[in-house]
Nanobody, 115 residues
Framework: QVQLVESGGGLVQPGGSLRVFCAAS????????MRWYRQAPGTQREWVAS???????NYADSVKGRFTISRDSAKNTVYLQLNSLKPEDTAVYYC?????????WGQGTQVTVSS
């Protein structure tokens, strides 16, 4: 069974850093673009960052310069480094990927930024 599993979330103070990661498992033939989304309570899920199979990246304006997305193709894993965190970054962070030409979502990992 092909799936994505996130981990690494937690509680961090404003200005702090956190790293979340997402591992793909199962019988994977191909992985295309890998993305991170987030959803805060009472809001719609929003796109955060993307990394393509060739390593090129894109970011939402709200996180540009603070977050860094990367991937390790050998481990089928995508990472999101979150720096200079703000309370408004508090959300459940979801991993998304096209694997074997189908779209998959992870279950999400909670990131809370609070003093």
């Amino acid at each position: 069974q092909v799936q994505l599993v996130e981990s690494g979330g937690g509680l961090v103070q404003p200005g702090g850093s956190l790293r979340v990661f997402c591992a793909a498992s199962g019988r994977i033939i191909s992985i295309g673009v890998m993305r991170w989304y987030r959803q805060a309570p009472g809001t719609q899920r929003e796109w955060v960052a993307s990394v393509s199979s060739d390593g090129s990246t894109n970011y939402a304006d709200s996180v540009k310069g603070r977050f860094t997305i990367s991937r390790d193709s050998a481990k089928n894993t995508v990472y999101l480094q979150l720096n200079s965190l703000k309370p408004e970054d508090t959300a459940v962070y979801y991993c998304n990927a096209v694997m074997n030409f189908r779209e998959y979502w992870g279950q999400g990992t909670q990131v809370t930024v609070s003093s």
